[in-house]
């Protein structure tokens, strides 16, 4: 009961803390209104027309597109990812906030079942509706499903500069793309609108198992055209459409037209899709968008009724201007706290709503694993201990964020759970008899008993920092003798029989504004314990491309955010290890604790997909793990803002993951009837967070729903 009374207060505190600032500056003239109150003058009932709106409706992100509109293969900024939610839909499975877990998706499978072979892999057979179409009318088939798993797989997609999907789960994948198989025999097609994919039982069990089949499907008369699927009884494969014809035409030369062109490639110019939208254009900077008349609606039923769109860049400085001017329509994912208090002031002018939600995701120092002088866990502790993270979080969010010590986000199912804000997936039964409500008092016992306590807290502690590293033999200094700190400015340790010094360089985004906060809250603290950080600027592309490498040289360490998926596999964050497990001998370098980390979260995820409980135990081992290993150094998870104008309704962001599916249910009413409505609807606040910019500005700050364009 009482981690349910901290999570309600700390939750309330959090909006509070947004509020409160700013109701003090709001004018004291400020005119509110709310409907169905008891002063408005009663009125003769009338029909209203419908209202139509005809203007275009732009949207403004703080994170510059980079034009990867198709798949996750070649980058995964996050406003790309906005764009390829409206052109591209009908995932065969979703996040079932009904049920807590995957599931399929029911405005595109009609039927799902599972069953297990001889061999104990897992047969999922997917039954699809036949009134799916794309935006250029075309029938979406099992086919086009088969087809996307294909041509995910190749290796061609590594020879056009893409990282290819990892799907060695699947039966036959791993034959297929070794070519030792003509047909990936786990993929079977067995009518136009029937099909099933069979999952290797050595994968199993596998906590997000329906995430990892929920593919999508994509156009091959637009991607390969004169390419067709086959299935000869053995499992699919992509041939010539002409049998004729002998020469394959699914080669690199064909995806570098049809995919990779700069002007016309599906890679940028995703114009043929399943979404609810149609790209229509795309510039490098700015993207526009049409309903798309083929679009049979969400789970829901819902058809988009805003027929065209405007996707942008958004600028801090004059973001909420540009809102009240009429410039944007929506502003999403808003994360600099000054921009979010000029918008809730902005509120007081003009018909503005809002909506908050918690991050998902989290910002974070992460360490280059080969560098020397970090192979020591006391000294990635000691750079942790002279992290001020408290005070940046609010310098940067302005007290709409909260200091993190975990790969934790606010918006998180498992951090709401453990804290008690989301309730546990346990049922009793109608009538229990006695040994079943024993059963039930006992897993709520177990649930009760989740906590985080024993993750590691660090707060800024330089005596601490300075005790670890002389513990752990950094006692000299350049010439090999004594350090002296009234002398001498950095530390230096004996590291496989050389002198190394603890002189540090960190990447960070180039405009990102929290370079001033880091050179005020974190290097004079490392230079008081014989640390010296150097910041190195990059613009984005250049800073995830050196990331990328893991072992790049210079580099320490990497000022990053990232935006979990739900299917939350930290896995992608680490380095397994060269030997099992078992065979390990304990030390603290950063190969030893890339390789643990790597396991426990491999150990996480391979959990039945329905116990979890479980699975939040080995979440919460790997988060306190996490803390005393310290191979990156989480800082702050926030709250998000959308600002958009009252005149739209039924935002509810809270229930989708991107402004793209949730502006789908969404319509527009007539600035009259907008402007009776001052705050507009607060009650729609709040998102399932999923991914966002790690950005604050006009820059490339924009880090990724998923790790994987990281590796």
């Not at 039954?127 to 935006?135: G, I, M, R, T």
Request: overall charge negative; some cysteine.
């Amino acid at each position: 009961m009482m981690k349910r009374i901290l999570s309600v207060w700390l939750a309330a505190l959090l909006i509070l803390g947004a509020w409160l600032p700013a109701l003090a500056e709001i004018p004291d003239d400020m005119e509110i209104t709310e409907e169905g109150s008891e002063e408005t003058e009663a009125v003769p009932t009338q029909t209203p027309e419908p209202y139509v709106y005809e203007g275009e409706f732009v949207v403004g992100n703080p994170t510059p597109m980079d034009g990867k509109f198709f798949t996750g293969m070649w980058g995964n900024a996050t406003s790309d990812i906005d764009v390829r939610t409206l052109v591209n839909s009908y995932f065969l499975t979703l996040w079932g906030y009904d049920t807590g877990l995957f599931r399929e998706n029911r405005a595109v499978v009609s039927g799902m079942a599972m069953q297990e072979d001889p061999e104990g892999n897992r047969v999922y057979t997917f039954a699809l509706y036949d009134d799916l179409y794309y935006s250029d009318g075309t029938p979406i088939t099992a086919w086009d499903y088969a087809f996307s798993i294909l041509f995910q797989v190749d290796p061609v997609i590594a020879e056009l500069g893409g990282v290819p999907l990892e799907a060695s789960y699947i039966d036959g994948v791993s034959e297929y793309i070794a070519g030792e198989a003509k047909a990936i025999s786990g993929v079977r097609v067995i009518s136009d609108h029937l099909f099933t994919i069979t999952v290797k039982h050595e994968y199993l069990p596998y906590f997000f198992e329906l995430y990892r089949v929920g593919f999508l499907p994509y156009p091959i008369h637009e991607i390969a055209p004169g390419c067709k699927v086959y299935d000869d009884g053995e499992g699919v494969y992509i041939g010539n459409e002409d049998p004729s014809v002998k020469e394959p035409l699914f080669t690199k030369e064909l995806l570098q037209v049809t995919v990779m062109d700069p002007e016309e490639g599906y890679l940028s110019h995703p114009t043929v899709g399943s979404g609810p939208y149609v790209l229509t254009s795309w510039d490098g900077k700015e993207c526009t968008f049409e309903i798309n008349p083929y679009f049979k609606g969400n789970e829901l039923g819902y058809k988009p009724t805003i027929p065209k769109l405007r996707y942008k860049l958004a600028v801090n400085e004059d973001m909420i201007e540009k809102l009240q001017e009429g410039d944007f329509q929506l502003l999403n994912k808003v994360t600099r706290g000054d921009t979010i208090l000029k918008g809730i002031q902005a509120m007081g002018s003009g018909p503005i709503s809002l909506s908050n939600y918690p991050r998902i995701g989290l910002t974070f120092l992460v360490f280059t694993p080969d560098r020397p002088a970090l192979q020591q866990k006391n000294v990635r502790q000691a750079i942790d201990y002279c992290f001020d993270k408290e005070k940046i979080t609010q310098e940067y969010t302005n007290s709409f964020g909260l200091q993190m010590d975990g790969l934790i986000g606010l918006g998180q199912w498992m951090y709401e759970m453990v804290m008690g804000s989301l309730p546990y997936p346990i049922e009793v039964a109608e009538n229990p008899t006695r040994a079943q409500q024993k059963a039930y008092e006992e897993e709520v016992e177990a649930w009760d008993a989740l906590n985080l306590d024993n993750v590691k807290h660090y707060e800024l502690n330089v005596e601490k920092a300075i005790q670890l590293l002389e513990e752990a033999g950094w006692t000299l200094n350049a010439a090999g003798e004594p350090f002296d700190p009234e002398k001498d400015d950095v530390r230096y340790g004996m590291v496989d029989g050389e002198l190394v010094g603890l002189d540090l360089t960190c990447a960070y985004p180039e405009t990102n504004v929290t370079a001033k906060s880091m050179e005020d809250l974190f290097i004079p603290y490392l230079a008081e314990a014989g640390i010296r950080l150097t910041l190195i600027p990059m613009d984005m592309k250049t800073l995830l491309r050196s990331y990328n490498d893991r072992d790049i040289e210079e580099i320490d360490m990497f000022y990053l955010g990232d935006d979990f998926n739900i299917e939350f596999d930290p896995q992608l964050f680490f380095l397994p290890g060269e030997t099992p497990r078992e065979e390990r001998e304990e030390e603290d370098t950063m190969a030893w604790a890339h390789a643990e980390m790597f396991d426990m979260a491999y150990d996480m995820t391979r959990t039945e997909p329905h116990a979890v409980l479980e699975f939040m135990q080995k979440w919460i081992a790997f988060q306190e793990e996490l803390s005393d290993l310290v191979p990156l150094v989480p800082v702050y998870s926030n709250v998000y803002f959308d600002f958009y104008t009252s005149q739209l309704r039924n935002y509810d962001i809270l229930y989708y993951v991107t402004w793209g599916d949730a502006i789908v249910p969404s319509y527009m009413v007539s600035p009259e009837e907008a402007a009776g409505l001052i705050g507009g609807e607060e009650e729609e606040a709040g998102e399932e967070a999923g991914e966002d910019e790690f950005g604050d500005e006009d820059s490339g700050d924009g880090d990724e729903e998923e790790f994987e364009e990281f590796e």
